[in-house]
């Protein structure tokens, strides 16, 4: 391998597969006894390929990534082989195994600000594969290093290079932070690249580059990618071939074609039917009118501003920058945009938890500027929060049945009879069973946590419900759930609600109405399918070209789109 | 996962089944020293041959500086007073002072923790302030000067116990309130508790019912290793003679200052029994806390190896988990 040098056609590499997994069990000791987190999985990477692994938490595909590169943790035994050019990493010795990570396989974790150490620069963490794999018994010497970094961080497309090897990882963006990663993982030449979900912690428009770059390695020096994740569109934009684990086994094998096209499996079939579809299934298909026009308006902010201050002498950062908008009783607005560009700031200034820093906001007829805690009390109760992760937003001391209560018993005067007569309906509402109302938040699963969440927010009627990112912590068929049983509540109840949501496929679903941020500034708000359809904004178009839909041949033409619309 | 029993979720009870090899040991030999000194303390008048003051019975005075045999198991003291009785009367001292200071310091602490942590602002910032002022004093001085303030040189047993309880908690209070202040910061942040107040709960009732609790479980925790620290500031105070007079109560401390010219003489049970007293009751309870910590904190937790529950004969997890993991748990698992 080491005289393959990064010219080497992906032939060169040929002679059997790149990994070869036989049989891999693995099991984990834990406080309630063994997990079999791997059960019993085969599969092999050919030279160029790439194969995705699909499945969602608890999968198992995870633990199998982490095994090709020996990284389990002390209380996990694995069984079984896993071959790499020849070697079982399973078996052998540690120091074997460290010249094969780096040299013959390297990793691309998920979030790249925690990856890389942020004392050191790029040029040193990419430069530090190399001296640890001394090649012909010497090793590099500081000049030699660093032109290796620079010429790496050349490939991942960074932009000057030579200066850039210098810098820290804070002076980076996301996006290439991640492209360093993939630098240092590329440093040595790997015939084999492990990335557990490599573009999971990234933002829509920046995950298209990061797929780009990987296509773009494969063509060029033929490297083999295992890819991660459970999202079906990035499966669908990148991945030769599909394997879908559930619970430690391989369900299914195909080539993606195929899997998306004829999928086998029952459970591949309900997999990739949850899977939110852009341009499908939305709630504003048809319409042409906005819903809510002549309804009493509930929300409305104009040249809303919303300052987080700043350290002693810096200027604060402005979150929200002048939006104006209106939410009317019964609609459901839909808030999508990328990380940072004030969503959820927006959503939490109208449930009071954030103060405005200027412009107006009036919900419900009162003035948040200036809002005092005391006046503003006797109007909580009209509205109700369901916050992003459901595991964190119960008290893991009470029951679900005080939890939903809890309102019932701050704003009303009832019976104890009546408190739990109404939680029982409220749980039916949710079609929870009534005997959760006994159990606590952990023995529920993530999907029941969050319809029990909705149903605390719905208490006490409110007139106005804020969802921030209620099912971006949810897997892909739990959240098709929730999001049913949302769009369901929504019709009997009539509600209005804000919508935040990172993910424009999940918002269409769901809005009659949406506004696009960016960077605090509300950029296009229109009729749902109208946005997604037929975007005007030039951010608009990007962010909604970028996102990958779950059908391999559609988003085989979107990324030429997405080509022509970047490029262009 | 079956529902545990309210006992086997018990602070001490749970880590002992949790517990594996080293740690385990470590667990068992720290409540054994732990339960026998609690037990000496309690049932101390029926073991003691004597009491605490006494130095002579029936047939007359006690021998002084005597060999430890015969109707002295462990000798006696230059004053006369056996050994054996003040070593177990000692252990009653001991725990009183234990049980008056940490409760004082816990119930103090955890209150001025809540409220600051919470509320933050001003008062945050005061307490915070008054706290590392007295962290940043030497701590046995500290409790020297408190206890000449609160006896008043006087020397009566609650007087002597409550000087060095209280002289104890000074010194704890601090601690109490920096753990559950910075618990409390956390948890404010929390998004459980931001519903709370989404709802319209009230401050004290978001503090109640919301954070008090959950901001409360490494107590149990603190508390051990804090009553072992008690133990020494008490052994200290009365080796330096601010403790408790041999007439009101026996105490440890006091008996080692008083076998320090003994020591020199060969006379060696003296200073040995109360000494290894303090020693093995320490041990006891920091042998309790330092494996709580470990075995709080999953990282530092040693686990059976994967498989070994199948062998027949293991005592916990019995069979091998065969049927699929419930959603719930693997889905916490995932999130965790």
């Known amino acids: 391998m080491s005289e393959n040098t990064t010219t080497a056609a992906p032939a060169a590499r040929a002679g059997g597969p ?24 085969s599969l092999q990477v050919e030279p160029g390929e790439v194969l995705a692994i699909v499945g969602e938490s608890g999968s198992g595909k995870t633990v199998t990534a982490k095994t090709i590169l020996g990284l389990l943790p002390e209380t996990a035994i694995s069984s079984g082989t896993v071959l790499i050019r020849g070697n079982n990493v399973i078996s052998v010795s540690a120091e074997k195994l460290r010249r094969i990570r780096g040299e013959d396989v390297a990793m691309v974790f998920q979030e790249p600000s925690t990856a890389l150490n942020p004392v050191y620069t790029v040029g040193w963490q990419i430069a530090e594969g190399l001296r640890a794999h001394a090649r012909d018994g010497k090793k590099p010497g500081k000049k030699q290093a660093r032109d290796l970094a620079v010429e790496a961080l050349r490939k991942v497309g960074i932009p000057e290079p030579e200066r ?193 820093s200027g412009g107006s906001l009036k919900v419900l007829g009162y003035e948040m500027l200036g809002f005092k805690e005391r006046t503003f009390k006797p109007l909580r109760k009209d509205i109700g929060f369901v916050f992003q992760d459901p595991a964190a937003s119960f008290n893991p001391h009470l029951s679900i049945g005080d939890c939903v209560a809890e309102p019932i018993l701050i704003h009303e005067d009832r019976s104890p009879a009546s408190v739990r007569q109404r939680v029982a309906e409220l749980l039916d509402a949710v079609q929870l069973p009534a005997e959760y109302a006994e159990r606590f938040p952990h ?119 997405h080509r022509a619309l970047v490029g262009g | 996962m079956a529902k545990q029993s309210l006992i086997g979720r018990l602070p001490v009870i749970s880590h002992l089944n949790k517990s594996v090899g080293l740690q385990r040991g470590m667990l068992i030999t720290g409540l054994v020293l732990s339960g026998l000194f609690i037990l000496t303390a309690i049932f101390g008048p029926l073991i003691a041959p004597y009491s605490f003051n006494q130095i002579g019975d029936a047939n007359g005075n006690f021998p002084a500086q005597a060999a430890p045999g015969g109707t002295h198991l462990w000798g006696t003291t230059v004053g006369g007073y056996d050994v054996f009785s003040r070593v177990v009367w000692g252990a009653q001292t001991a725990l009183e002072v234990i049980v008056v200071a940490v409760i004082m310091s816990i119930f103090i602490g955890v209150a001025l923790g809540l409220l600051s942590g919470y509320l933050g602002g001003w008062l945050d910032r005061i307490l915070v302030v008054v706290a590392d002022a007295i962290y940043a004093f030497p701590t046995l001085l500290l409790a020297i000067v408190m206890s000449i303030v609160i006896s008043r040189g006087q020397s009566s047993l609650w007087g002597g116990i409550f000087s060095a309880a209280i002289s104890i908690t000074v010194v704890f209070i601090p601690q109490y309130f920096r753990v559950i202040r910075a618990e409390t910061i956390r948890l404010k942040a929390e998004p459980f508790v931001e519903s709370a107040k989404v709802v319209g709960a009230s401050n004290l009732r978001i503090m109640s019912r919301h954070i008090y609790k959950n901001a409360t479980r490494t107590l149990p925790l603190i508390f051990t290793l804090n009553a072992s620290e008690a133990i020494q500031t008490l052994a200290a105070l009365g080796f330096l003679g601010f403790g408790i007079e041999p007439t009101s109560a026996a105490e440890w401390g006091f008996d080692l200052n008083k076998a320090l010219a003994d020591a020199t003489a060969g006379i060696w049970w003296t200073g040995i029994f109360p000494g290894a007293a303090i020693a093995l009751t320490v041990l006891g309870l920091t042998l309790v806390g330092e494996s709580m910590n470990d075995l709080n904190d999953p990282r530092l937790r040693g686990r059976r190896r994967a498989g070994s529950a199948q062998k027949p004969g293991a005592q916990k997890g019995g069979p091998a988990v065969q049927a699929p993991q419930p959603a719930a748990d693997a889905e916490a698992r995932n999130q965790a």
Do not use: C
């Open chain 1, 164 to 356: 850039r090897v210098d810098y820290y990882p804070h002076q980076f963006s996301g996006g290439q932070k991640q492209r360093v990663v993939i630098a240092a993982a590329l440093a040595l030449n790997p015939g084999l690249i492990v990335a557990d979900e490599p573009t999971t912690a990234l933002d829509v428009t920046v995950q298209a580059e990061i797929l780009e770059l990987l296509r773009d390695l494969r063509d060029r020096y033929g490297t083999s990618i295992v890819l991660i994740t459970h999202n079906m569109g990035v499966v669908a934009d990148l991945a030769d071939r599909v394997v879908v684990m559930y619970q430690g086994d391989v369900v299914e094998e195909a080539p993606a074609a195929r899997l998306f096209a004829a999928p086998q499996q029952d459970y591949t079939k309900k997999l990739l039917a949850a899977v939110p579809h852009l341009g499908r299934n939305s709630a504003s298909a048809g319409v042409t009118e906005r819903a809510g026009r002549n309804a009493e308006v509930l929300v409305e902010a104009r040249n809303l501003l919303i300052e987080y201050p700043g350290r002693l002498g810096s200027p604060g950062f402005r979150a929200v920058d002048g939006v104006s908008f209106s939410i009317s009783a019964g609609e459901v607005y839909g808030l999508v945009g990328e990380s940072g560009s004030g969503k959820t700031t927006i959503g939490r200034a109208i449930a009071g938890l954030t103060r405005i």
């Open chain 1, 18 to 41: 790149v990994l070869d997994i036989e049989h891999l069990k693995v099991t984990f000791a834990t406080d309630a006894g063994d997990v079999r987190a791997v059960k019993d999985v």
């Open chain 1, 443 to 561: 023995e529920l699963s993530g999907g029941q946590r969050q319809r029990a969440s909705l149903a605390r927010s719905l208490a006490l009627n409110p007139k106005l419900l804020i969802a921030d990112e209620p099912t971006s912590a949810l897997d892909v068929s739990v959240q098709a759930k929730v999001l049913e049983l949302f769009r369901d509540i929504q019709a009997e109840f009539g509600f209005a609600a804000l919508f935040v949501s990172h993910d424009l496929a999940v918002v269409d679903m769901l809005s009659d109405w949406v506004g696009v941020l960016y960077k605090g500034k509300l950029v296009e708000q229109g009729i749902g399918s109208q946005v997604m359809g037929n975007p005007q904004d030039a951010y608009t178009k990007r962010l909604i070209a970028s996102l990958p839909v779950p059908d391999p041949q559609e988003q085989a033409a979107r990324r030429e789109a």
